[in-house]
């Protein structure tokens, strides 16, 4: 797996926007919103992008992005949109600024969907995605709005739901 510098790459999308004299604004979630806000340093497989399709002038950005770099042509991609239909209605309203270039906006979920998101993905994956809720570090309250927000989904386990909840009160000191 490559592992993506989202802040290079995300600066270079810009860039790559201007030569199509485009400007837009994206939203994200995962590890590159976590990377953009500036909560982690890491790298990550790829930058997921909450939209229903892409827009042809983002597309070819994309790819010029990866051709650059040495990126898979999907290390910007929108599988992660199902996640739209869990989201509030409200989501994009109380999304956070992430990157404001010169033709790109990118837009991170707001912290409680990102928490929300992370632990949905910890309890349906048992993934990494647990670290990211360590770097977030949840308040007891927003765990709560968490365990409701993944007890809502039908896939959810809600003794799994509250396993990595009580593990994550534990490692946080809550």
Request: glycine residues 6%; positive net charge.
């Amino acid at each position: 797996m490559i592992a993506i510098e989202v802040k290079k790459a995300i600066k270079e999308l810009d860039r790559a926007l201007g030569k199509e004299d485009c400007s837009m604004e994206i939203y994200v979630c995962g590890g590159a919103a976590l990377a953009l806000l500036g909560l982690s340093n890491r790298k990550t497989g790829d930058v997921d992008m909450i939209a229903k399709f892409v827009e042809p002038a983002l597309d070819r950005a994309i790819k010029h992005v990866a051709k650059k770099y040495g990126y898979p042509e999907t290390w910007m991609n929108n599988r992660v949109s199902p996640i739209i239909d869990r989201l509030p209605l409200n989501w994009k309203k109380t999304a956070t600024k992430a990157f404001d270039g010169e033709n790109l906006t990118v837009f991170s979920l707001s912290r409680q969907n990102l928490i929300n998101s992370k632990l949905h993905a910890c309890v349906e994956r048992r993934s990494s995605d647990y670290y990211d809720l360590i770097i977030l570090s949840p308040t007891v309250a927003e765990l709560k709005k968490g365990r409701h927000y993944c007890l809502k989904q039908k896939s959810s386990n809600p003794i799994w739901t509250d396993a990595f909840i009580n593990m994550l009160k534990r490692e946080l000191g809550l």
